[in-house]
């Protein structure tokens, strides 16, 4: 391997925005960047998801938890990356309200790990992967990275902590961090969990679309491919120390995106099915991210573009996800929605 490469340190790689963001890297650079991708390989993390990247030469796959310091430690001192970026979290609000331990140890603890190793190295980056879900809800205005935090769930607290725990890093110790904070992204790879992802796959097997509560919430939605762009760009272009918001200047209401996936399927609306809110539901996300945009960033997807882009990849890759919607899943699904899928 020539050092002369940059090295990408690539923690949950396999999950969804990971491996968006590994496909983007090869795109970008080609052989100019080695990429190494750590990841854990729980319930979401999917290797068939870097099927087409396996077989290059540069990239290595390494099975790990980020908790685990001494595997970490070791990868480090063999290839002493020049960027980490942590992707790896434990991401799903409703599954932190049943299980929060699960999202303390790897959203908190877990980047305090990364965070040692990185510090005992001359790494030139750091990016923590934040959400915009620290800020809380909000009912008007929009949040600034200016914004203080009121997580209100187990999975935004435990991200709170890696998130003010990476500016710590640069504060104490001169730690070349930067936290990004993104709203609700989509597209393809996502775990058939979430909102669109869920209700494109049911909405294209004829199964109900469960909508919490009124289907008044609010988020706003950022194609995959975009956050993926916005990573790099402060990865490059970024100062040290500083938060950048990236969102997708597309706030929706769930009833309005479940209307959309159901022309985008040409499915009826005797589909909707209303369940029971969410406990501690977030009423509205929101973000300005003019920050971003004024160091040069820009979107390149309208959300008609990226919603047309992933109901037509769900509807071509049922190979992907049809073997997901098995096992725990299901197991998941009933206790969670009180119903078979
Ligand atoms: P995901 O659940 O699809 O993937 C998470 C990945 O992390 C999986 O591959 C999993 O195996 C891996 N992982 C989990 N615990 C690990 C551990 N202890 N050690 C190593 N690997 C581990 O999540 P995602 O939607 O791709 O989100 C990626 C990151 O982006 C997360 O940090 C999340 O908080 C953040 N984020 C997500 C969104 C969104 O809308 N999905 C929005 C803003 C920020
Ligand atoms: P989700 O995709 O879980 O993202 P987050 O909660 O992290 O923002 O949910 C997005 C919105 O959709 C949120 O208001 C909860 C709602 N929702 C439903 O109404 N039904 C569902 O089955 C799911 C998964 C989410």
Not at 3 to 11: G, L, N, S
Not at 176 to 196: C, D, F, H, M
Not at 327 to 334: F, N, T, V
């Amino acid at each position: 391997m020539s050092k002369k490469r940059e090295v990408y340190f690539i923690t949950g790689g396999c999950g969804f925005i990971g491996s968006n963001f590994i496909h983007y890297l090869f795109e970008l650079h080609g052989q100019n960047v080695f990429v190494i991708n750590y990841d854990k390989l729980t319930y979401a993390g999917n290797p068939e998801n870097l099927k087409s990247v396996e077989e290059r030469e540069n990239y290595r796959f390494y099975k790990g938890d980020i908790c685990d310091q001494e595997l970490v430690e070791r990868i480090f001192n063999q290839y002493q990356p020049d960027y980490v970026i942590n992707f790896a979290a434990e991401s799903h609000v409703d599954r932190s309200i049943g299980n929060p331990e699960d999202f303390i140890r790897t959203d908190t603890l877990g980047v305090f790990y990364l965070l040692e190793a990185s510090r005992k190295h001359q790494i030139k980056r750091f990016i923590q992967i934040s959400t915009d879900e620290v800020y809380g809800s909000i009912q008007e205005g929009k949040f600034t990275e200016e914004s203080g935090l009121f997580p209100s769930s187990p999975y935004s607290a435990g991200k709170a902590g890696g998130d003010r725990l990476a500016y710590s890093y640069y504060v104490t110790y001169n730690l070349p961090v930067i936290v990004t904070r993104a709203s609700n992204n989509y597209g393809p790879y996502q775990y058939p969990e979430k909102l669109i992802s869920l209700f494109v796959t049911n909405a294209l097997d004829d199964k109900s679309l469960p909508i919490y509560g009124d289907g008044k919430n609010v988020r706003d939605w950022l194609f995959v491919k975009d956050h993926c762009s916005a990573v790099e760009f402060i990865l490059r272009n970024g100062n040290d120390g500083e938060i950048y918001n990236v969102g997708g200047n597309c706030e929706k209401e769930n009833l309005e995106i479940t209307r959309e996936i159901l022309k985008a399927t040409g499915k009826e609306e005797s589909l909707i099915k209303w369940v029971k809110d969410r406990a501690g539901h977030d009423r509205r996300y929101a973000l300005d991210d003019n920050k971003l945009v004024s160091l040069g960033w820009n979107r390149e997807y309208t959300f008609e573009q990226g919603m047309a882009e992933t109901v037509k990849w769900y509807t071509e890759n049922r190979k992907w996800w049809e073997p997901l919607k098995s096992g725990e899943y299901l197991e998941y699904y009933k206790s969670h929605y009180g119903e078979e899928l």
